[in-house]
């Protein structure tokens, strides 16, 4: 789901809402195959997964893979193994993640975590949950945030995460966390999940929820900022937490937290839509709304985490982040250090993968499905 701005999101919904009704019960487009990279055999990284969003109400969520070993790029892959399913992917693909031998797909507005086959993309099993935002993994368990409530309701109640066997793939436990739970990410054993409060501003939440994964019980809500969203960790002991601010007077900020006190411990004061930590390296985008201005201001930075100082250096220099209307997803490969950024130009027409040398110059692009957004590797 778009993460720019809720009510900017659900006024869309509304735009298209006569679309969704034409093509609702269309059938699935198939998969579309394209020889993209020179195929290499012995690739560490066999390839990735990319999950299209799709927008709300269009049933239009769909699955990329990129084969590292043949070179092909493999365009909505899911319609084409799973043709028994009727409507596809579902309504609004919000994350994705693979845990050993499985693919973890969390489709938002469809109230569901599609459970795939991590080498042939074929459904094992799905998951009904309400509302659900985004999934991390540890232990043998699987983790997912879900607002809870009706999308959009500003009376919904307090969200949770639930827990899932990644063998019997049954949910086994169930926390509650504050208004609409977004990212998460796990420091030893415990799991901080960003609240944002995103449905009635505004009055957002602007707390943390820790939880202690031994006795899935909440321990304490660490107070940051309003509207918070992503959370990455570092392998330094650090939570990296964005706060998407109010789209008014607040602006964006991105916090880090001590996760030995749990405070906060360092404030960077610009925005960030979304991060991706490789190594010591945190790769960064930001692209704010502000309804002051009715305008968008997109940026690019790179961040130490060792000793969290901002890099004067960027990882697009060739100039290509000017054809970049709306940056919305970003992944660094772990073995080529490829920066990897998704376009989403207008939402509702296939957006672009870009592909980014760790000089920054452009490798390749390739045309990707509706809302290009989350990564997930395959080895």
Not at 25 to 38: F, N, R
Not at 109 to 136: F, H, P
Request: charged share 25%; glycine share 8%; with cysteine.
């Amino acid at each position: 789901m778009k993460k720019i701005n809720h009510m900017k999101y659900l006024l869309l919904g509304c735009i298209i809402l006569s679309y969704s009704a034409c093509r609702k019960d269309a059938k699935p487009i198939p998969e579309q195959d394209k020889s993209l990279l020179p195929p290499d055999p012995t690739a560490v990284v066999k390839g990735f997964y990319l999950l299209n969003e799709g927008n709300m109400n269009i049933n239009k969520a769909s699955l990329d893979y990129l084969d590292y070993t043949s070179g092909q790029y493999r365009r909505n892959i899911y319609n084409q193994t799973n043709p028994d399913v009727t409507k596809g992917l579902g309504d609004v693909g919000n994350d994705i993640g693979i845990y050993g031998s499985k693919v973890y797909v969390v489709v938002n507005v469809s109230n569901k975590v599609e459970i795939l086959n991590a080498k042939t993309g074929k459904r094992i099993s799905l998951i009904n949950i309400d509302n659900c935002r985004y999934v991390t993994f540890h232990n043998g368990k699987a983790y997912v945030s879900a607002y809870l409530g009706k999308v959009g309701d500003p009376k919904a109640p307090n969200g949770a995460v639930n827990e899932i066997d990644t063998s019997t793939l049954q949910i086994t436990r169930k926390v509650t966390v504050g208004r609409q739970p977004e990212e998460m990410a796990i420091v030893g054993e415990k799991l901080y999940v960003a609240n944002s409060g995103g449905y009635s501003p505004p009055n957002y939440e602007r707390t943390v929820s820790v939880i202690d994964l031994p006795s899935f019980k909440e321990l304490k809500r660490i107070d940051v900022a309003i509207n918070l969203d992503r959370v990455k960790a570092d392998k330094y002991g650090d939570i990296y937490v964005t706060s998407r601010g109010d789209y008014y007077s607040i602006p964006s900020k991105l916090f880090v937290i001590d996760t030995k006190t749990d405070q906060v411990k360092k404030q960077f004061d610009f925005g960030v839509s979304n991060l991706w930590i490789d190594g010591d390296i945190a790769y960064m985008y930001g692209y704010e709304y502000n309804y002051n201005t009715n305008s968008n201001t997109t940026t690019y930075s790179m961040l130490n985490v060792k000793d969290e100082t901002v890099l004067n250096t960027k990882f697009i220099t060739d100039g290509t982040e000017t054809q970049i209307k709306v940056p919305y997803g970003i992944a660094v490969n772990p073995v080529t250090k490829e920066v990897l950024v998704t376009d989403a130009k207008d939402y509702v027409t296939p957006g672009t993968l870009y592909c980014f040398d760790p000089s920054g110059k452009k490798k390749w692009s390739v045309v990707a499905g509706d809302i290009p957004a989350h990564f997930a590797f395959a080895y």
